[in-house]
């Protein structure tokens, strides 16, 4: 495998490629890194793939993009990174945050993805319940209360308590540029690029992911126009790593049909 570092618009990220054949494009999920990929390109490249995957900007050891990126931001980058290699087209794996790239970047650039595998994709938003709505509206309430009466430290003392007890555990281990990527990525819904999706896909999933459930891959199914979905009895949101040889041989047979 080769491991390298390269700039890609202005960012320096690290990248691996490993194996020889049809050349496929692998993008790994929030807070990993191509690490989590190898196993299953490990795998492809013994069946005749060239797998190519980056650390995204803000993952791994790549930098962080200059400002807060959204999902359109990182098909850009991946459009740049099949640029740099010289690959016109590719088939695509996304885990994920990838699985959101891929919606996207089929939608928009059909012309570059030959055929799709994502795992555990997320891309469709969650409403928020009615008592998390009622939370966050007594909270803007108060802490735009503080600060119109000058309490900014109290107002900026509320905001920490407030995500201390209320972010996800991405949210308060990542960097201000990626708090900032992570909101603006997840309050994207992509049904509508699904909807145009129309390299043939198949959804991997596990019936135990409690990250994006199993539903979320039954929506996916019903909305893109190419799509089957396959389920890892017993995997969580890692479906792929759970059962890397079955995934790895339900690709190639994708990738391998007319």
Not at 2 to 7: C, D, F, L, M, T
Not at 39 to 62: H, T, V
Not at 69 to 93: I, K, M, T
Not at 150 to 156: F, H, M, P, V, Y
Request: charged letters at 20%.
């Amino acid at each position: 495998m080769q491991v390298s570092r390269r700039v890609i618009d202005s960012i320096e990220i690290r990248q691996a490629v490993i194996g020889e054949g049809a050349p496929l494009l692998m993008a790994h999920g929030w807070g990993a890194s191509i690490e989590t990929l190898f196993p299953l390109a490990d795998r492809l490249s013994r069946q005749g793939y060239r797998c190519a995957m980056a650390d995204l900007p803000g993952f791994g050891e790549s930098a962080e993009p200059p400002q807060a990126w959204a999902v359109r931001d990182y098909v850009e980058f991946c459009l740049a990174f099949l640029d740099s290699l010289g690959w016109a087209r590719a088939h695509y794996f996304g885990h994920s945050l990838g699985g959101r790239i891929g919606l996207m970047l089929t939608a928009d650039y059909p012309q570059r993805v030959h055929k799709m595998t994502l795992s555990n994709s997320a891309g469709i938003k969650v409403e928020p319940s009615i008592g998390q709505r009622i939370r966050l509206a007594a909270y803007r309430r108060a802490r735009g209360g503080l600060t119109k009466i000058g309490a900014n430290a109290s107002a900026e003392s509320l905001r920490r308590l407030y995500n201390q007890r209320f972010g996800s555990a991405d949210y308060l281990q990542a960097s201000p540029i990626m708090r900032g990527t992570l909101v603006t990525i997840v309050n994207q819904d992509l049904l509508a690029y699904a909807r145009r999706a129309a390299a043939p896909t198949v959804l991997i999933w596990g019936d135990a992911d409690e990250e994006t459930p199993l539903w979320m891959g039954q929506k996916l199914e019903a909305t893109m126009p190419d799509a089957a979905l396959i389920v890892h009895p017993g995997a969580g949101h890692y479906a792929y790593l759970d059962f890397p040889e079955r995934t790895a041989s339900i690709m190639d047979a994708l990738f391998r049909s007319e």
